[in-house]
């Protein structure tokens, strides 16, 4: 138990040791590893010097014993101590094998007899003695010149070893009278491999430095690639992005530059039926023309521009897509899609536009009933009570009037609370909101949904309610009619306004187009024309009796081809 606990507690304290930062990490194991491979690498570099200074020393010692071998005065030392005269410390042999050891710069350059008996060393009180260490066999048995390594009098050597032969024997003349060993120290061969390792250990140390400057750029770069992130946080980020995608309504689909698929959420994959064909691991790598078709994908792929807010349908159901591209370093390296159900935006639509109707009938209401309350209140002050009590029966009879010629015309309540509440609106412009008497809108197909009749009438009333007020016409008179006759609904709203001159005609229908300077313009007559060209329908600007414009909006009650058409037109077609 003690020990595991001390196990644990090491553990510990070289996980504190590790850096937590990302770059530091990296330093530490890019350096790590260039330390060991320069470290592996210089060792076996040095190794390879140690190998061939050894073996060159050898040789060095091989050669000179083979030369000191066939000189004449080693061979008439080696018969004098066969004759039997014994070894001499001075004498000529001793001469030799000294003046080649100091020009060898070796240890010792020995010469012995067949038996081993000196006739040289170093030390001169030795010879005459017996040769240590061995390995003198070869010479003496075989004839032969090597190399070997032994301890010797002087301790361990690597010695070079040839065999001395009588040329003047003619009976014998291979016949060994003795043999030469020269010797170097291995203490002194280490001294000699260590002093040439030395250099390329510097070269190393630098290699070892570069490496290291090498692993702080790799790390700094690779840390400003990722945006400065921790692994931590990156993994964070990545959760975090896919918990968002999955919950969004709106469907993300995400391609690269070949257009194969690389993200879908869960409402993509819903509302385009890819949960059919796979999960999104076996989606993710195809081509995205073979799962869902996308058009205006490759497009924005092929043309690196983005497309906003188009119209396009699948399986019946008509989606609004906008497409961005990617990019990188000025390249498209992809495209990200997002798809709305455009039944849902009708709905967010319709909603906003009733709480706005609602809103500006409570306001012109409360308005009007306000400047009526203080008229009444005063015409009763000044004792003018019949006054007061026909100007209460005037606003009632007015406003019955037009609640009744609603009820029998337009028995769709949106449209008739939409209609009363543009009347308030008007009487609070001062302007004379008229309807038609003939109006009728009894006669509304299946197909042409009353929230979008609300949007087309509504703002064309709101067009033309700005427009009378903007005029000079005196008084400020706005018309509406209504007709359902015939094989087409008719819808006509005119005004006493300054008119659209015939060169904007068609221009007053784009999306920002308006005649008015603040924001917040140029959207109104653009709606009525994307609910028209959704039912089929057609709109066109004329001159009005009253003096202003007259728009005439004609929905067909029946072409449901056409209807069909324009559901699955682009809204770069619409102009």
């Given at each position: 138990m003690k020990g595991a606990l001390v196990a644990q507690s090491l553990a510990d304290r070289a996980r504190a040791l590790v850096p937590r930062s990302l770059q530091a990490q990296m330093i530490l194991l890019l350096g790590l590893l260039v330390l060991v491979q320069i470290g592996i690498?210089?060792?076996?570099?040095?190794?390879?010097?140690?190998?061939?200074?050894?073996?060159?020393?050898?040789?060095?010692?091989?050669?000179?014993?083979?030369?000191?071998?066939?000189?004449?005065?080693?061979?008439?030392?080696?018969?004098?101590?066969e004759s039997g005269r014994p070894p001499q410390p001075d004498g000529p042999v001793q001469a030799l094998a000294e003046q080649v050891r100091r020009a060898a710069d070796g240890e010792y350059v020995v010469v012995c007899n067949a038996e081993g008996i000196r006739l040289s060393h170093p030390d001169s009180w030795k010879i005459g003695q017996h040769f240590v260490g061995g390995d003198e066999g070869p010479a003496v048995a075989e004839g032969r010149s090597y190399v070997s390594s032994a301890v010797g009098t002087l301790g361990p050597s690597l010695r070079g070893f040839a065999p001395v032969r009588d040329p003047d024997d003619p009976d014998h003349p291979d016949r060994v009278l003795g043999?030469?060993?020269?010797?170097?120290?291995?203490?002194?061969?280490?001294r000699i491999i260590v002093r040439h390792q030395l250099q390329p250990r510097v070269f190393i140390f630098m290699m070892a430095l570069v490496g290291l400057l090498g692993a702080v750029i790799i790390a700094g770069r690779f840390k400003?690639?990722?945006?400065?992130?921790?692994?931590?946080?990156?993994?964070?980020?990545?959760?975090?992005?896919?918990?968002?995608?999955?919950?969004?309504?709106?469907?993300?689909?995400?391609?690269?530059?070949?257009?194969?698929?690389?993200?879908?959420n869960a409402a993509a994959r819903r509302d385009l039926g890819l949960d059919r064909l796979g999960p999104e691991s076996e989606l993710v790598g195809r081509p995205v023309a073979d799962l869902v078709a996308v058009p205006v994908l490759q497009q924005v792929l092929r043309d690196?521009?983005?497309?906003?807010?188009?119209?396009?349908?699948?399986?019946?159901?008509?989606?609004?897509?906008?497409?961005?591209?990617?990019?990188?370093?000025?390249?498209?390296?992809?495209?990200?899609?997002?798809?709305?159900?455009?039944?849902?935006?009708?709905?967010?639509?319709r909603e906003l536009s009733r709480v706005r109707d609602y809103s500006d009938l409570l306001r012109a209401q409360a308005h009007e009933h306000s400047n009526q309350l203080h008229t009444v209140a005063g015409l009763i002050q000044i004792g003018a009570a019949d006054e007061a009590l026909d100007l209460i029966l005037n606003e009632t009879a007015d406003y019955q009037e037009l609640v009744s010629l609603l009820n029998s015309a337009v028995p769709h309540t949106?449209?008739?609370?939409?209609?009363?509440?543009?009347?308030?609106r008007a009487s609070e412009?001062?302007?004379?909101?008229?309807?038609?008497?003939?109006?009728?809108?009894?006669?509304?197909?299946?197909?042409?949904?009353?929230?979008?009749?609300?949007?087309?009438?509504?703002?064309?009333?709101?067009?033309?309610?700005?427009?009378?007020?903007?005029?000079?016409?005196?008084?400020?008179?706005?018309?509406?009619?209504?007709?359902?006759?015939?094989?087409?609904?008719?819808?006509?709203?005119?005004?006493?306004?300054?008119?659209?001159?015939?060169?904007?005609?068609?221009?007053?229908?784009e999306r920002g187009v308006s005649s008015k300077s603040s924001a917040g313009h140029g959207v109104g007559l653009?709606?009525?024309?994307?609910?028209?060209?959704?039912?089929?329908?057609?709109?066109?600007?004329?001159?009005?009796?009253?003096?202003?414009?007259?728009?005439?909006?004609?929905?067909?009650?029946?072409?449901?081809?056409?209807?069909?058409?324009?559901?699955?037109?682009?809204e770069a077609d619409h102009g």
């Open positions: 690498s210089g060792i076996i570099f040095g190794s390879l010097v140690a190998e061939i200074l050894e073996d060159q020393i050898g040789r060095r010692a091989l050669v000179v014993a083979e030369a000191v071998a066939r000189n004449p005065v080693v061979v008439q030392g080696l018969r004098d101590l043999f030469v060993s020269v010797g170097y120290l291995l203490s002194d061969v280490d400003k690639a990722i945006l400065g992130l921790e692994p931590r946080e990156i993994a964070s980020l990545f959760q975090e992005r896919g918990a968002i995608l999955e919950t969004m309504r709106e469907g993300v689909l995400a391609v690269d530059a070949g257009g194969n698929l690389r993200l879908a690196g521009q983005p497309v906003l807010d188009r119209e396009v349908e699948r399986g019946g159901v008509a989606f609004i897509v906008s497409v961005n591209p990617v990019r990188h370093q000025g390249e498209v390296v992809g495209a990200v899609a997002s798809f709305r159900r455009k039944d849902e935006l009708d709905r967010l639509a949106l449209l008739s609370g939409l209609i009363i509440g543009k009347a308030n412009l001062k302007v004379q909101l008229e309807v038609d008497e003939g109006s009728s809108l009894r006669d509304v197909p299946a197909h042409v949904a009353p929230e979008r009749l609300v949007t087309i009438l509504g703002n064309l009333v709101d067009n033309a309610l700005e427009a009378a007020v903007a005029g000079e016409r005196q008084p400020r008179r706005v018309r509406l009619s209504m007709t359902d006759l015939g094989h087409d609904l008719i819808l006509e709203v005119e005004d006493s306004g300054p008119g659209v001159p015939a060169e904007r005609a068609a221009a007053i229908f653009h709606l009525v024309r994307e609910n028209l060209n959704a039912l089929g329908g057609d709109i066109t600007v004329g001159e009005s009796e009253l003096g202003g414009a007259l728009f005439t909006a004609i929905i067909p009650k029946g072409d449901m081809t056409r209807v069909e058409e324009n559901l699955q037109k682009p």
